[in-house]
């Protein structure tokens, strides 16, 4: 019924820059929010960034400053800026999104694939 894509992962240096961009198809009647978590081998999956529907967002501490999630309404699509990136933000990125289905009143959580970003020199 609902698909998450993810894009943008791959390689990129220490202080280099990336863009994830997540898009939601299917049967939406809205999304309540979106957002990006990440999981390192060993490590819980963490939230990175989310954007909810009334246009607030909020960051884990580790990525305020240089990590900015936006989205495009119309496309049902949110992008996570990622600036200044380190080593430690390698990780598998997944986006998630809370989405009320077309004759629901309900929201149920979606899960994009996972994209991988790897930052190294």
């Known amino acids: 019924q609902v698909q998450l894509v993810e894009s943008g992962g791959g390689l990129v240096q220490p202080g280099g820059s990336l863009r994830l961009s997540c898009t939601a198809s299917g049967t939406i009647s809205s999304i309540d929010a979106i957002g990006w978590y990440r999981r390192t081998p060993g490590k819980q999956r963490e939230l990175a960034a989310r954007?909810?529907?009334?246009?607030?967002?909020n960051y884990a501490d580790s990525v305020k400053g240089r990590f900015t999630i936006s989205r495009d309404y119309g496309k049902n699509t949110a992008y996570l800026q990622m600036n200044s990136l380190e080593p430690d933000d390698t990780a598998v990125y997944y986006c998630?999104?809370?989405?009320?289905?077309?004759?629901?009143?309900?929201?149920?959580?979606?899960w994009g694939q996972g994209t991988q970003v790897t930052v190294s020199s």
């Open positions: 998630s999104a809370q989405i009320r289905l077309a004759g629901s009143q309900l929201a149920t959580n979606f």
């Open positions: 954007f909810f529907s009334d246009g607030t967002t």
